[in-house]
C-alpha cells in the first residue's frame, strides 16, 4: 500500500474556478482509477476571523487580532471533546464507503475505486500513477475542519490523462504527469453541518461524506 499526501494536488490553485468535464473529454475517457486521498486522524480547528466595526488601520488589526486569539483559543478548547468522541472511527474506511458506490455506477464514467493509505510525496503520486492501467487517474483529496463550531468537509478531485487521445486536453502540459497543469478535469467540493459536538459529530461526518459523494458523483457524470 502507496502513502499520499495533499499537497501536491492541491497546489495553489485550491481556489480557481473549477475545470468541467466536456463531451469530448468523457467521450475519449476509457476506465478510470480513483484514488482518495484522506489522510487525517482528527478535524482541523478554525475560526472565522474577525472584523470588528468602527475600527480601521491598525488600531482594527490589533482589536481583530486579540479577539481571534481569545476565540481561537476557546475553539481547540471546545474541540476536545469533538475530537475525543472520534476516537475509533475510521475515517477513511466511512469515507471510501460513501464514496465508492456513488462514483463506480456512473453511466457516462467508468470508475474504478482503488484504497489507498497516505504519504505526502509527488514521487508516491507519480507511482500510483504509473502503474495504473487505466485511461486517466483521479485523484480526490478529503479534508474536514471544525470552523467555529460548525463541520467542514472539502474536497478537490483531479484528472490526470494517460491514454495518449487525451493528452491533448491538458491546460497546461507538464512534464510531471501528476503537476495540476496536466489535470484535464479539476472541481472543489464542500459540505458544512452547522452546530457539531461530541454527541453528533459521527452522523453528521457521515451525513456529509455522504453528501460531498452525491455532489462528487453528479459532477464526474455531467457534461458541460
Given at each position: 500500500m502507496v502513502l499520499l499526501g495533499l499537497a501536491f494536488l492541491l497546489g495553489a490553485c485550491s481556489t480557481a474556478p473549477p475545470k468541467y468535464m466536456p463531451q469530448a473529454v468523457q467521450t475519449a475517457l476509457g476506465p478510470v482509477d480513483a484514488i482518495v486521498v484522506a489522510t487525517q486522524d482528527t478535524?482541523?480547528?478554525?475560526?472565522?476571523?474577525?472584523?470588528?466595526?468602527?475600527?480601521?488601520?491598525?488600531?482594527?488589526?490589533?482589536?481583530?487580532?486579540?479577539?481571534?486569539?481569545?476565540?481561537?483559543?476557546?475553539?481547540?478548547a471546545e474541540a476536545k471533546p469533538i475530537a475525543a468522541s472520534l476516537q475509533g472511527f475510521d475515517f477513511r474506511t466511512e469515507l471510501l464507503a460513501a464514496i465508492t458506490p456513488r462514483i463506480e455506477n456512473l453511466p457516462r464514467v467508468r470508475i474504478t475505486?482503488?484504497?489507498?493509505?497516505?504519504?505526502?510525496?509527488?514521487?508516491?503520486?507519480k507511482a500510483l500513477y504509473d502503474d495504473s492501467t487505466a485511461s486517466a487517474v483521479l485523484f480526490i483529496v478529503v479534508r474536514y475542519s471544525l470552523v467555529s463550531g460548525d463541520l467542514v468537509l472539502s474536497a478537490v478531485a483531479r484528472l490526470f490523462p494517460k491514454a495518449p487521445d487525451?493528452?491533448?486536453?491538458r491546460p497546461a502540459p507538464d512534464s510531471n504527469p501528476v503537476a495540476t497543469g496536466n489535470a484535464i478535469y479539476t472541481n472543489i467540493f464542500k459540505v458544512e453541518k452547522p452546530l457539531v459536538t461530541p454527541a453528533n459529530i459521527r452522523?453528521?461526518?457521515?451525513?456529509?461524506?455522504?453528501?460531498?459523494?452525491?455532489?462528487?458523483?453528479?459532477?464526474l457524470n455531467t457534461t458541460r
Open positions: 478535524p482541523n480547528v478554525t475560526i472565522t476571523r474577525t472584523n470588528p466595526s468602527g475600527i480601521g488601520g491598525f488600531a482594527g488589526i490589533i482589536v481583530g487580532g486579540v479577539a481571534d486569539t481569545v476565540r481561537s483559543v476557546n475553539a481547540h475505486v482503488r484504497p489507498v493509505d497516505t504519504v505526502g510525496t509527488v514521487a508516491a503520486a487525451l493528452l491533448r486536453f452522523p453528521k461526518l457521515i451525513e456529509a461524506m455522504n453528501d460531498l459523494a452525491a455532489q462528487l458523483a453528479v459532477d
